[in-house]
Nanobody
Framework: QVQLVESGGGLVQAGGSLRLSCAAS????????MAWFRQAPGKEREFVAA????????DYADSVKGRFTISRDNAKNTVYLQMNSLKPEDTAVYYC????????????????WGQGTQVTVSS
């Protein structure tokens, strides 16, 4: 069973940037589609971005298109989320997730989740 550990969250001013990382244990990382979700206080967990196992295809929520970039390094068993032009409404706990199939925004499709990393954007 793969395990996921996120890092890179923090406090940033509006307009700033952060890069989140998600390190996966195990030797099956390259067979998994990966995604980032986020959950703000009092709200449901929502899809942010996803990437296929090869990294050849990506998908984004409309709210982050053009500002966030998901990428992966299969040699390092790591998926990244580069977040630019951050807004206060991006404040949330960010989770990475893994799936054996690619249905980007379907939350129930993801069987493995990390513990989350807090991102706070001040205005």
């Amino acid at each position: 069973q793969v395990q996921l550990v996120e890092s890179g969250g923090g406090l940033v001013q509006a307009g700033g940037s952060l890069r989140l990382s998600c390190a996966a244990s195990g030797r099956t990382f390259s067979t998994l589609s990966m995604a980032w979700f986020r959950q703000a206080p009092g709200k449901e967990r929502e899809f942010v971005a996803a990437i296929t196992k090869s990294g050849g295809s990506t998908d984004y929520a409309d709210s982050v298109k053009g500002r966030f970039t998901i990428s992966r390094d299969n040699a390092k068993n790591t998926v990244y989320l580069q977040m630019n032009s951050l807004k206060p409404e991006d404040t949330a706990v960010y989770y990475c997730a893994a799936s054996t199939v690619y249905h980007p925004s379907l939350r129930r499709n993801y069987g493995v989740w990390g513990q989350g990393t807090q991102v706070t954007v001040s205005s």
